[in-house]
């Protein structure tokens, strides 16, 4: 009877999993905006910085590069011509890089070069 019992929670288990990893992926709701399950995802600018994260990189008067069409959450940039720039640790967006494109600063994922977040 035991046996039985604990190979029906084994099994139980096994049927629960694929639902578990499928919560624990990432959205992108809107443009600039990152959320999973328990609130925004981990290393995004969040909205109170963000003001003062624009001032800052304005302040820092970085080349803007240009891209044709329009660039947003998502879009992958060019593997050549841009220039990544760590961001400050008071953001805490460490594990990203930003850039300027189009007159727009970018958040963006150094590995794959995609646009994590815009900041307005």
Known sequence: MRKSVL??????GFA???????AQQRVIVEEGTTVGIGGPAVGIIPDDARPRFRRYVVEERLPSYSVDGPVAVGTVLPDSGVTYYDVPQEYGATNYR?????????LVEPRTRRVMQVIE
Not at 17 to 22: G, L, T
Not at 98 to 106: A, C, G
């Open 7 to 12: 190979a029906l929670a084994v099994l139980a």
């Open 16 to 22: 629960a999993m694929p639902a578990a990893a499928n």
């Open 98 to 106: 930003y850039t300027v494109v189009n007159d727009r600063p970018l």
